[in-house]
């Protein structure tokens, strides 16, 4: 990202559209699956998240878009445990009436409360196969440890079992049943996601936390994806996107929050986002560049370039 | 910013394609030639001749102070050397035309290249070579002297439990420990302490019979893990190396100059084991046989439960964590958890062979130098890392050379063969004798840029992969 266009426009514009109109608008009896406050993270003197609220509603799909370095993954990062923020709360509800706190506890039982994700760049374990990837987060929930395994006992034998069934059939769910012995590293791009997203699956999530999960993959894909996502969502499980991919966003998301330098500058449905007028300047740079912003070709389907696109510009 | 980027290329796992089968012998020459003469061949002839001058060097005499150049000219020199280009040569045209010898080779093997077959399928495919190579094992010391015996225990058979256990920090979790001995030196003055009061100066109240150390070995070696591991498991790669190098220095420094352990003299006079159970008595005593089947039987039994270990949740948590610690932790892996686990598990391993070996033998604390520890990550190595059976032959190998190499050579010289062989092994065998499949697989796909084979380098780094 050229630093120019982070230095100019973004600090004149931001202000008047940043947060100060978001957070008050809080309603006390909302079910929330995660009610984020305050959020801010510094990395020296970078600011990578200032004062971000995110209110996620239990059994939504929320997209959280915004260009290039705008926060968005680092406030997964935040959410998953990857990172402490310096300032905020993270409160993650599994279920109604059930709330942990989520700041300062490791990742690994983050996502034994309930929180599952997948990554950028996808981070599958190379040389194990599909299933072994899917069973290490199944079994991440099972009981039986080291001297079970080596005693060889019922218990171990069942739930070992009960682990393979279980990834077989999140294997079938993202469309992946006939690779299941293929190593995980062989596998084409598109099925690596979808094998990214049935891992995490596999650790029995409540919140499921997507990062660009659509990058890379080609049209019939994306579809397939969205079908997925919309699937994913109907079993219970909320669902929070990162995604550049407009058409994508606006196809499956109910509401979308936009970042931008670490701020929040705009939250409502797609429709209502594409048209904020923040939104835009956020993306272009200025709001009277030419006329593309506007009713037939909005942000999105510049944001849907990705980020070389709108450098090129 | 590579943004467009996204879809990097999938690489195959077979290192590469077998070349099509040649129609005639003159196709097989003019393939053969051209494998020969090619860059890569002709650097392959380099490589070789150095080899051979290495060779040369090695066996030649030793240089004088008064010639320092002395040895390099008796070994260039001297009539000798045409056999080693020989060997170069003859190793040489081996590497080269390997590849075109592989397609018959591994005829057999091609399913395994295709679409990973089920771990739990593998499981009973080398059962049939096991039991051989324990038939093999149990009938072997009686075509042996007792010298050869006394050997197959302290130097083999010790050093395959060592490195069965070391294997479950290297080979499974992926984490380098140097000062692996350290347990072993535990399990040993552990021994010394509660069986005898004369062994070394401190002593328990009661002496017990050495089989009842075991187990107190066995936790002691693994409360040692855990404290060692408590802190510095949250160091990777290089650092964890040098912080258990330091620990393993500890140890032996401790040992050599605590006058509760009688210093450099060592322990004298450990009992011997003996089981005194239900109407049996049996005592070890000075024939090395019955120790050998002892061990062996440890062996196989260490064996079986970290084979199932291996195959359990717990071995693909150790797999995960050494393919992508990040993405270990956020699949719901206790990470420093189970990196402790294998601490412990494969220190107490070492602290068992600590007692068995105390109680066969008198030892000082020059047992427990680095030098045994580096051994030991050799063995690893050189057998295959994550390969139970790999790392129990590389223990016969390797101590088998020192072996057969203690009255050829000084006993100074030995490890430089030891460098030689592991070097050679490492550049045409690097997954070592006995590879593990997922090892192999993670070897192979490194090469390709995927992954981090090298679980004892540095955390994985592909934030500045595609995207």
């Known amino acids: 990202m050229s630093k120019h266009r982070a230095a100019g426009p973004g600090r004149a514009v931001l202000v008047p559209g940043g947060p ?12 929330l699956v995660v009610d984020a406050r305050d959020l801010t993270l510094r990395f020296g003197g970078v600011t990578s998240l200032d004062g971000v609220t995110l209110r996620h509603h239990r059994g939504e799909i929320l997209a959280v878009i915004g ?77 039986y440890g080291s001297i079970g395994a080596i005693l060889g006992t019922p218990r171990m034998r069942r739930e070992e079992r009960s682990g393979v069934e279980k990834s077989i059939e999140l294997l079938e769910l993202v469309g992946l049943r006939h690779r299941v012995h293929e190593l995980s590293a062989s596998l084409p791009y598109g099925e690596q996601r979808r094998l990214e997203i049935a891992r995490a699956l596999g650790t029995g999530p409540k919140l499921l936390l997507l990062d660009e999960p659509a990058a890379g993959t080609n049209p019939s894909e994306k579809l397939e994806l969205a079908e997925l996502i919309r699937t994913i969502a109907g079993t219970g499980v909320s669902v929070l996107l990162i995604e550049h991919d407009m058409r994508l966003v606006m196809s499956v998301a109910a509401n979308v929050t936009v970042l931008n330098f670490g701020r929040v500058i705009a939250h409502g449905t797609p429709a209502e986002v594409q048209r904020d007028p923040a939104v835009v300047e956020a993306y272009l740079g200025t709001q009277d560049d030419d006329s593309v912003g506007e009713s037939d070709a909005p942000a999105g389907d510049l944001v849907g370039n990705g980020g070389t696109g709108r450098d090129q510009h | 910013m590579s943004t467009t980027s996204a879809t990097p290329a999938t690489p195959s796992v077979a290192p590469t394609p077998p070349p099509s089968q040649p129609g005639g012998a003159a196709a097989l020459g003019r393939a053969a030639a051209a494998a020969l003469f090619s860059l890569a061949g002709l650097r392959q002839l380099g490589v070789c001749v150095l080899i051979g001058l290495t060779l040369a060097l090695m066996t030649g005499p030793n240089g004088k102070a008064a010639e320092p150049l002395g040895a390099v000219r008796h070994a260039i020199l001297a009539p000798r050397i045409v056999t080693y280009l020989i060997i170069a040569a003859v190793l040489w045209l081996l590497i080269a035309l390997w590849p075109l010898a592989r397609p018959l080779w591994s005829m057999g093997q091609a399913a395994a290249r295709g679409p990973v077959t089920a771990v739990a399928q593998q499981r009973f495919a080398p059962l049939g070579l096991n039991l051989a190579l324990l038939i093999v094992a149990i009938i072997m010391p009686m075509f042996f002297s007792n010298a050869a015996v006394t050997w197959m225990v302290d130097g083999v058979g010790i050093y395959a439990l060592l490195a069965l256990g070391l294997n479950v920090v290297i080979g499974y979790a992926g984490m380098l420990d140097l000062g692996y001995i350290a347990f072993f030196a535990i399990g040993a003055y552990t021994t010394a302490y509660f069986t005898s009061k004369t062994a070394i100066s401190a002593h328990f109240p009661v002496s017990l019979n050495p089989f009842f ?20 498991l949250r160091l990777r790669g290089d650092y964890l190396a040098i912080v258990t190098l330091g620990f393993g220095e500890i140890i032996q420094l401790i040992a050599n100059n605590s006058h509760w352990t009688n210093g450099p003299r060592g322990a004298f006079g450990v009992p011997h084991l003996s ?17 050998y089947y002892l061990l062996l039987a440890i062996i196989v039994l260490v064996m079986i439960a970290f084979g199932r270990l291996e195959r359990s949740r717990i071995g693909r948590a150790w797999a995960a964590i050494r393919e992508d610690e990040i993405a270990a932790e956020a699949t719901g892996v206790p990470t420093l958890r189970l990196k402790l686990l294998a601490f412990a598990i ?49 223990s016969v190998v390797l101590q088998g050379l020192a072996f057969y190499l203690r009255d050829k050579v000084p006993a100074t010289d030995r490890f430089i063969y030891f460098g ?20 192999k697989r993670e070897i192979s796909l490194a090469e390709h840029g995927v992954g981090h084979a090298d679980s004892l380098g ?6 500045s992969g595609a995207r």
């Not at chain 1, 100060?20 to 079910?31: N, Q, T």
């Not at chain 2, 030689?420 to 090892?439: E, L, N, T, Y």
């Not at chain 2, 540095?458 to 934030?463: H, N």
Request: glycine share 12%; charged share 10%; net charge positive.
């Open chain 1, 20 to 31: 100060g109109g978001e957070s008050p608008a809080g309603d006390p009896g909302a079910d």
């Open chain 1, 67 to 143: 260009p290039n370095g705008a926060g968005k993954t680092s406030l997964f990062n935040c959410l998953t445990g990857a990172y402490k923020p310096q300032q905020g709360s993270v409160a993650f509800s599994p279920e109604p009436g059930r709330s942990h706190s989520i700041v300062g506890k490791t990742p690994h039982s983050i996502t034994k409360l309930g929180v599952a994700r997948t990554f950028q760049n996808i981070r599958l374990f190379p040389a194990l196969s599909a299933l072994e990837n899917v069973q290490i987060g199944v079994e991440m929930r099972q009981r």
């Open chain 2, 213 to 232: 150390v075991f187990p107190i070995a066995f936790v002691l070696a693994a409360v040692a893990g855990v404290l060692l591991g408590a802190p510095t």
């Open chain 2, 275 to 291: 089981i005194h159970l239900l109407g049996i008595n049996y005592s070890w005593k000075l024939d090395p046989k019955p120790y």
């Open chain 2, 346 to 394: 494969g220190a107490s391993v070492s602290g068992f062979a600590g007692v068995l070996f105390a109680s066969k033998q008198f030892f000082n604390p020059q047992i427990f130098s680095l030098q045994a520890s580096f051994l030991v990550v050799t063995i690893v190595i050189f057998g295959g890392m994550g390969n139970r059976l790999g790392v129990v032959v590389g």
């Open chain 2, 420 to 439: 030689a062989v592991v070097i050679v092994m490492m550049i045409f065998r690097p997954q070592g004798i006995v590879p593990s499949r997922r090892r």
């Open chain 2, 458 to 463: 540095s955390a994985p780094t592909s934030e």
